[in-house]
């Protein structure tokens, strides 16, 4: 694919090419209807405009029952990503899939998760969990619990990407002091992950939890520099970044041990 903006590969050719993915399993979709829509209703829209077009469009044209298209959806999801990188560029026609889950999920709570990991093994699904968190925290935590010992890396992943208060392109989660420390446990969990994709987000969940609960991470990350192994100086390192750019000297003083 030639490059351009990730918000215009959300046009015509993807439309065709979902259109395409749900005919081989479902009679339900009508081609002119679904690919005219899509294709009129994205010009001059931004990204994520662009793809809650799609996710509308699995909405009307496949039936407003959740469930039902749920389950079509979960058929053309095609192979796992078995790397930890490339889910935009080889799987972004997932993030539809994602975003219809985000907004039309949220009364189906075990479907919703279920078809959540479907897609985070592909793409992400570190966006549409978000709802989910926000609504039954409680149980979002007891799925987490799980997650962090799960054989895929992107559903480790998952366990804390979707759980940081200040994801990128996402609405900031505003966690009480008890979710901040269940994040905290979360992370202390996956501290040692052997993925980097992993690695990377725990670091930068650290880096914002460093934001919203300065002393309970502080004294996390102290723990985490005695006897860490490679990996996890690596997360430390990248998890004190702005502490370090601060000269925060309890910072610089774990910098320079590891």
Same mark, same amino acid.
């Given at each position: 694919?030639?490059?351009?903006?990730?918000?215009?590969?959300?046009?015509?050719?993807?439309?065709?090419?979902?259109?395409? #993915?749900?005919?081989?399993?479902? /009679?339900?979709?009508?081609?002119?209807?679904?690919?005219?829509?899509?294709?009129?209703?994205?010009?001059?829209?931004?990204?994520?405009?662009?793809?809650?077009?799609?996710?509308?469009?699995?909405? !009307?044209?496949?039936?407003?029952?959740?469930?039902?298209?749920?389950?079509?959806? !979960?058929?053309?999801?095609?192979?796992?990503?078995?790397?930890?990188?490339?889910?935009?560029?080889?799987?972004?026609?997932?993030?539809?899939?994602?975003?219809?889950?985000?907004?039309?999920?949220?009364?189906?709570?075990?479907?919703?998760?279920?078809?959540?990991?479907?897609?985070?093994?592909?793409?992400?699904?570190?966006?549409?969990?978000?709802?989910?968190?926000?609504?039954?925290?409680?149980?979002?935590?007891?799925?987490? #619990?799980?997650?962090?010992?799960?054989?895929?890396?992107?559903?480790?992943?998952?366990?804390?990407?979707?759980?940081?208060?200040?994801?990128?392109?996402?609405?900031?989660?505003?966690?009480?002091?008890?979710?901040?420390?269940?994040?905290?446990?979360?992370?202390?969990?996956?501290?040692?992950?052997?993925?980097?994709?992993?690695?990377?987000?725990?670091?930068?969940?650290?880096?914002?939890?460093?934001?919203?609960?300065?002393?309970?991470?502080?004294?996390?990350?102290?723990?985490?520099?005695?006897? /860490?192994?490679?990996?996890?100086?690596?997360?430390?390192?990248?998890?004190?970044?702005?502490?370090?750019?601060?000269?925060? #000297?309890?910072?610089?003083?774990?910098?320079?041990?590891?």
């Amino acid at each position: 694919m030639a490059y351009k903006k990730l918000k215009y590969w959300f046009d015509e050719e993807l439309a065709i090419l979902l259109y395409n #993915k749900l005919a081989r399993v479902t /009679p339900l979709v009508k081609k002119t209807n679904f690919v005219t829509y899509i294709t009129s209703a994205v010009e001059g829209l931004e990204l994520k405009d662009r793809i809650a077009v799609f996710a509308d469009a699995f909405h !009307n044209d496949l039936g407003q029952d959740y469930l039902s298209v749920i389950k079509i959806l !979960n058929q053309i999801v095609g192979p796992e990503n078995p790397q930890g990188i490339d889910m935009f560029k080889e799987f972004y026609w997932l993030m539809p899939h994602a975003n219809y889950i985000e907004r039309y999920g949220l009364d189906h709570l075990e479907a919703s998760i279920e078809s959540m990991l479907l897609v985070t093994k592909r793409n992400t699904a570190e966006y549409c969990i978000r709802p989910y968190i926000e609504r039954f925290s409680d149980k979002m935590y007891e799925y987490t #619990k799980s997650w962090v010992d799960d054989k895929n890396q992107h559903v480790r992943r998952l366990a804390s990407e979707g759980f940081r208060p200040r994801l990128p392109w996402a609405k900031k989660l505003t966690l009480t002091e008890k979710q901040i420390n269940l994040n905290l446990e979360i992370l202390d969990h996956l501290k040692d992950d052997k993925s980097k994709y992993v690695q990377k987000s725990v670091a930068n969940h650290m880096n914002d939890l460093l934001k919203e609960m300065p002393s309970q991470s502080k004294e996390l990350l102290i723990q985490w520099s005695k006897k /860490p192994s490679e990996s996890r100086k690596w997360v430390l390192k990248q998890a004190l970044r702005n502490e370090i750019k601060k000269e925060s #000297k309890w910072a610089m003083d774990i910098a320079h041990a590891l």
